[in-house]
């Protein structure tokens, strides 16, 4: 069976192929992409600022239709709606304990489409490829498919939030409201958080302010930490999320946390700059530098009850949407600053 994909050939070069797709084995389906929503690797590495082998294969903000399963496939049928997964291959120590995040097997697993010589990440950006069935979550009929593919964003930033471990009425500094410090802002408000958000955009910091933010600083005209520090009787923020891949902001993320106080590592960081440290402070405020990475299973079971039962809206941050033919114009919208997401329609 062949399948039409939308390649990385190389930095800066997309191009459409026609590829194979494996053949439906035990414990498999075969997953027929609806929507793919173009996420920050899509970008980087196209972009050539994140590091992956080309051709690479991208698209792992998806939802879809099963057309097929394979023999022992129980949970879903063809004709369900469904999203996927991380390539959890559930027979890790780290998977069966929950921690499927840091799944060690990952790279291990069979590809999900014939892509000869070259990487696939996600697979979304062909129409089909087959997936181990354990890798499947559904959804309602009723859900539409351009908020369904935004599952995965929202679930990472679900497991950030349970990291967080964020209390009743207190106070949550977000650094940057990118898609990411979105999701961060309506979860931490469901926690009960009194939310500050530091954001230099102008729209983006009207959209905090729509969205429920206490507080909004423009970090190039404001002290972040002395305008945080005079709000709370100068302790400082119980709990900061940091979204921007900056090496800048770190010291200030540190610098405004209270004593006991949480950083979540959330944004990556494709520059391997060293970033300073003061241990001594770390240990004499007891505070906790936390990293946090994608989601877990049921991460993105929880991610998926919230967008089917209308708890978080993903239309704010679903910026335009493109048919498959037109995948190319998406990526060059999809790059352009102040974007969100951009979906890609089957």
């Given at each position: 069976m062949k399948s039409?994909?939308?390649?990385?050939?190389?930095k800066k070069k997309l191009s459409y192929r026609s590829i194979d797709v494996p053949e439906v084995g035990d414990y498999e389906v075969l997953f027929h992409t609806q929507a793919v929503s173009l996420c920050t690797v899509d970008r980087r590495t196209y972009l050539g600022t994140r590091k992956h082998p080309f051709p690479f294969l991208g698209g792992?903000?998806?939802s879809g239709i099963i057309e097929k399963v394979g023999r022992g496939?129980?949970?879903v049928q063809p004709g369900d709606h469904a999203i996927f997964t991380s390539a959890y291959c559930m027979q890790c120590q780290l998977d069966r304990e929950g921690k499927g995040t840091q799944c060690k097997n990952k790279q291990k697993m069979p590809q999900r489409a014939n892509l000869h010589g070259g990487m696939i990440m996600g697979g979304g950006l062909s129409?089909?490829?087959v997936i181990p069935a354990w890798q499947i979550i559904k959804i309602p009929f009723d859900l539409d498919f351009n908020a369904a593919a935004l599952t995965e964003p929202l679930a990472c930033t679900v497991h950030s939030i349970k990291k967080a471990n964020i209390q009743f009425g207190e106070t949550v500094v977000i650094i940057g409201l990118g898609i990411m410090g979105y999701f961060h802002l309506k979860l931490s408000l469901m926690r009960g958080a009194r939310v500050i958000v530091s954001e230099k955009d102008k729209k983006r910091q009207e959209r905090a302010h729509e969205q429920g933010a206490w507080m909004v600083i423009d970090p190039t005209k404001q002290n972040l930490v002395e305008k945080?520090?005079?709000?709370?009787?100068?302790l400082g923020a119980d709990v900061v999320i940091?979204?921007?891949p900056s090496q800048g902001v770190w010291q200030d993320a540190i610098d405004v946390l209270s004593p006991y106080g949480r950083l979540i590592a959330y944004s990556s960081?494709?520059?391997?700059d060293k970033i300073g440290i003061d241990f001594g402070m770390i240990h004499s405020k007891e505070i906790q530098i936390i990293g946090t990475l994608n989601p877990t299973l049921t991460d993105n079971e929880e991610a998926v009850k919230m967008i089917a039962y209308g708890l978080i809206d993903m239309t704010p941050v679903i910026d335009a949407s493109y048919p498959f033919d037109q995948g190319i114009e998406a990526f060059q919208k999809a790059i352009?600053?102040?974007?969100?997401?951009v979906v890609i329609r089957y």
């Open positions: 039409k994909a939308l390649l990385i050939e190389d792992h903000e998806c496939v129980v949970e129409e089909y490829i945080v520090r005079s709000m709370t009787n100068g940091n979204t921007i960081q494709d520059a391997k352009a600053p102040g974007m969100y997401r």
